[in-house]
């Protein structure tokens, strides 16, 4: 009798056991993410360093985005989302994998998502990237040079991941060879703003940062549309017969013309203050979109603040603006500060007189023995981006 109670309470627990399995997995599939189609037509074309990936997403609202991952050259597992608004008309997405420094067959898993976590069967492609060498000419058969009311933009295109530099020449408007090297290692586009009035040649060569191969040079003839009555010289007017166009001497600094280009100045590690004022500007500003531009070199980080004065010897209504941390150079270094704004508090440039000073600061870290710590040359004011 007690051995039936004994097997009879037995059932009764295994029963419940067994019904408790089948809430909880009912609970389970209730909550869980469910299965979305995967991509379709997906497919693989080599690029230098890099593959080009086609699919077709799935028809389907929920579809969110597609996981493509692959392990690299080194074993470690990379993964890449891709929106499903990358897709064209069609529904068909195009993306590039770039960064392959090998020519190896990889093999890529692409898995589409839905926006509630539902996951489709995977979907495996393989394909070997091209060789990087080709990533400099690559990159020099997209670039361009277009003139523009500021001057002109050197443009590029590179999607493949691979380093590339970008090495361009011109002669600028105080007739200075000017040479810039420009990472293109990512699309983008390179500002010049001291191009002459008139026509100006660009020349520019490519070259592979990993094997330093260089491209044959490729030329550009732009004609500037800037009008010449919106550019102001700070300094170095050709039209004047003084070597030195400041208004007074500087104050904690000694400066000295190099040629006939630029000026090298030495910091006084001893005064309160150490600035330059410049000369009064001769004419009006015409429009509010300003960009202060100069190129510099230094052996050690300033930072810049301008003081503008609207009127020449004013001292009331004067604006300091912190123009931030100008790094160290050994290599002429272009800039350019946009000045609309405080153009707009002070309503500065609308008076011929009027001036700007130029504070130089590096707070403590001034060298206490005398050298040249910084080179300035071709500053201007001019229509800017």
């Not at 990993?210 to 732009?222: I, L």
């Not at 004022?277 to 300033?302: A, H, K, W």
Request: overall charge negative; charged content about 20%.
């Amino acid at each position: 009798m007690v051995s039936k109670k004994i097997t009879d309470m037995k059932k009764y627990i295994l029963f419940l056991t067994s019904l408790m399995l089948v809430l909880s997995s009912c609970h389970d599939d209730k909550d869980a993410p469910g299965s979305i189609d995967s991509v379709t037509e997906a497919g693989c074309t080599p690029f230098i360093g890099s593959v080009v990936m086609t699919w077709k997403n799935p028809v389907a609202d929920n579809y969110y985005y597609t996981l493509v991952s692959y392990r690299d050259a080194d074993g470690n597992t990379v993964n890449r989302k891709v929106s499903r608004f990358n897709a064209d008309g069609n529904g068909v997405t195009t993306t590039t994998i770039g960064g392959f420094y090998d020519t190896n067959e990889y093999t890529f898993v692409l898995r589409a998502y839905g926006y509630d976590g539902a996951t489709s069967a995977s979907v495996t492609v393989k394909c070997a990237p091209q060789d990087i060498s080709g990533a400099a000419a690559y990159v020099l058969s997209t670039a361009n040079v277009e003139g523009n009311e500021f001057g002109a933009d050197l443009t590029w295109t590179n999607e493949t991941g691979v380093g590339v530099w970008l090495n361009m020449s011109y002669v600028n408007e105080l007739g200075v060879l000017m040479e810039e090297r420009i990472d293109a290692t990512e699309s983008g586009s390179f500002a010049v703003l001291d191009m002459p009035i008139g026509e100006t040649t660009f020349t520019v060569y490519a070259e592979n940062k990993a094997d330093e191969q260089k491209t044959p040079a490729k030329t550009f003839k732009v004609t500037s549309a800037i009008d010449p009555a919106d550019v102001f010289r700070i300094w170095f007017d050709p039209s004047r017969t003084e070597p030195v166009n400041f208004d007074f001497e500087p104050v904690g600094i000694t400066y000295q013309v190099v040629g006939t280009d630029h000026y090298a100045l030495t910091l006084d590690a001893s005064a309160a203050e150490r600035y330059i004022i410049s000369e009064p500007l001769g004419g009006s500003l015409r429009r509010n979109d300003m960009v202060l531009t100069f190129q510099y070199r230094c052996s050690d980080n300033f930072d810049l603040t301008l003081l503008y004065y609207p009127f020449e010897w004013a001292t009331i209504g004067d604006y300091y603006s912190d123009k931030g941390l100008l790094p160290l150079s050994n290599e002429w270094r272009t800039v350019s500060f946009s000045i609309s704004n405080d153009i707009e508090k002070l309503k500065w440039g609308t008076n011929p007189n009027s001036q700007i000073r130029f504070i130089f600061t590096n707070g403590n870290t001034i060298d206490k023995t005398a050298h040249t710590l910084f080179e300035i040359r071709n500053i201007q004011l001019r229509p800017g981006k």
